[in-house]
Nanobody, 113 residues
Framework: QVQMVESGGGLVQAGGSLRLSCAAS????????MGWYRRASGKQRELVAF???????NTADSVKGRFTISRDNAKKTVYLQMNSLKPEDTAVYYC???????WGQGTPVTVSA
């Protein structure tokens, strides 16, 4: 079955940390650029970070220095470590497999002031 399942979201106080995971199945994970996106209420979806198949990464300026994307090809999982969280990071976070145009179902993150 082709799918991606996110986990790790939740409620955290400002300054706290969360680690999101996205487990893929049914795809050749190692060959795909993987990304994390987010959509806050009333706003457009935005790219948070992506990681290429060779491990190189790119992170949005709004989260640079606070968020880190990584991947484990053996586990077919991509991670997003989020530190120093701010209320403006509140959103639903989605993982994305670029090579297959495949989205996860999303995991909500709420950061309280």
């Amino acid at each position: 079955q082709v799918q991606m399942v996110e986990s790790g979201g939740g409620l955290v106080q400002a300054g706290g940390s969360l680690r999101l995971s996205c487990a893929a199945s049914g795809i050749m994970f190692a060959r795909s650029r993987m990304g994390w996106y987010r959509r806050a209420s009333g706003k457009q979806r935005e790219l948070v970070a992506f990681i290429n198949s060779d491990g190189t990464t790119n992170t949005a300026d709004s989260v640079k220095g606070r968020f880190t994307i990584s991947r484990d090809n053996a586990k077919k999982t991509v991670y997003l470590q989020m530190n120093s969280l701010k209320p403006e990071d509140t959103a639903v976070y989605y993982c994305y497999a670029d090579a297959w145009d495949l989205w996860g179902q999303g995991t909500p993150v709420t950061v309280s002031a």
